[in-house]
């Protein structure tokens, strides 16, 4: 028969549960998954104007993405630092741009999403998108209170990583944003670089 080795990693190897070192049995370790679901609202990404790939999100209170549903807009990342928790904490340098044609991605974390929206706002941003900051979690949904913009919504970190990576290297992204209608909550899956494939730290082996 086929048996779970165990939860006892942290142990170490060899450390099997009573009946999966049986006489006779096949014991099986956990293995971490090489892409992670997210479940939301999707809309649509391309990198370069090439092939389409569906993103979820998780919108605010605020979700009027109607300006920008029919012709894909480019992503606006206020740091190139993905570690950056403290994102679009402080008003926005003078260097910065006019972000009222562009989606503004910002890192979560350190202070209140309104804030941050807040300050893109100030120098014209009508739409924002946060990462998250914790990887593999589920997507939860935030309030950017009075924020001054039309559309906020919440993505995985994974998605956010990757577009912040992609235009480091000197592509361009853009998005096309959608309407969240319950109706059409879907899954989309990131890849899991030096995670996937390898043994979850919980699972005995050996």
Request: glycine share 10%.
């Amino acid at each position: 028969c086929t048996l779970a080795a165990g939860n006892d990693g942290r142990s170490g190897a060899f450390d099997a549960s009573e009946a999966a070192d049986g006489k006779g049995v096949t014991a099986i370790a956990s293995f971490e998954s090489t892409d992670y679901p997210s479940f939301g609202y999707p809309s649509k990404e391309y990198i370069d104007g090439g092939e389409e790939k569906v993103f979820v999100n998780a919108p605010s209170e605020a979700y009027n993405w109607t300006g920008i549903s029919n012709t894909p807009v480019p992503i606006y990342p206020l740091s190139l630092d993905i570690t950056n928790n403290a994102d679009g904490c402080d008003p926005l340098p003078d260097t910065t741009p006019d972000l009222s044609g562009y989606v503004v991605l910002i890192r979560r974390g350190t202070c209140y999403f309104s804030d941050k929206a807040s300050h893109a706002a100030a120098k014209g941003a009508k739409y924002v998108l946060f990462y998250d900051s914790y990887l593999d979690t589920t997507l939860s949904r935030y309030s950017i209170q009075n924020a001054n913009v039309s559309a906020a919504a919440m993505i995985p970190a994974r998605t956010g990583q990757r577009w912040v990576n992609a235009i480091k290297a000197g592509h361009n992204v853009t998005v096309l944003m959608q309407y969240p209608r319950d109706a059409d909550r879907s899954l989309a899956f990131e890849k899991r670089p030096g995670v996937g494939g390898s043994l979850s730290t919980f699972t005995s082996w050996g």
